[in-house]
């Protein structure tokens, strides 16, 4: 137990909520997205002294990130990956119905613009908090947005993923 347990405490109880949302994000499974945001804090009360005096939040998002687009990469070398179908049912459904639409979408893209479009739209960061949060260049988000909403198109038959993604989310 160190000095400021108390404070990571309070940052935990605090976030701990709106972080799992961005593991289960990211991931895209319940257990996964426990056991991601549990390495994350893991690795942040690690450093907690050094990230405490600032937001530690971008911190702990980018562990997630990180880790669940390496977990994706090491899946990916083990197995070939199904590829996706488009979902059959209208995307007009009702909310919990679109949800899990969307869900299964976000599921198919490659981890790097999954993390891109869960930061950008889901927890509407911009694009250079996005770009400190992946350790990339605010084009590098662009570009991988861009892909990734054209997928989302592609499969969700939508015009504006942007504003869908959005709606779900509220």
């Not at 405490?52 to 971008?58: A, F, I, K, L, S």
């Not at 119905?97 to 999954?114: F, G």
């Not at 908090?129 to 054209?150: D, N, R, W, Y």
Request: hydrophobic share 40%; net charge positive.
């Amino acid at each position: 137990m160190g000095p400021d347990d108390d404070g990571f405490a309070a940052f935990v109880a605090a976030r701990g909520t709106s972080l799992l949302r961005v593991a289960y994000l990211a991931c895209g499974d319940d257990r996964d997205a426990e056991d991601l945001l549990q390495t994350a804090l893991e690795r942040t009360y690690r450093k907690w002294d050094r990230v405490r005096h600032d937001n530690p939040e971008p911190y702990v998002r980018r562990i997630i990130v990180n880790t669940a687009i390496s977990r994706a990469r090491r899946r990916a070398i083990l197995r070939i990956l199904p590829t996706h179908t488009p979902p059959e049912l209208p995307v007009r459904e009702t909310d919990v119905d679109l949800r899990h639409v969307l869900m299964d979408a976000l599921r198919a893209l490659p981890p790097r613009q999954r993390a891109v479009v869960v930061l950008r739209y889901w927890e509407d960061l911009g694009e250079t908090q996005t770009a400190e949060i992946l350790g990339c260049s605010a084009g590098t988000v662009k570009s991988q947005a861009s892909k990734a909403l054209t997928k989302l198109r592609s499969a969700l038959g939508a015009e504006s993923v942007e504003g869908l993604i959005r709606n779900v989310h509220a």
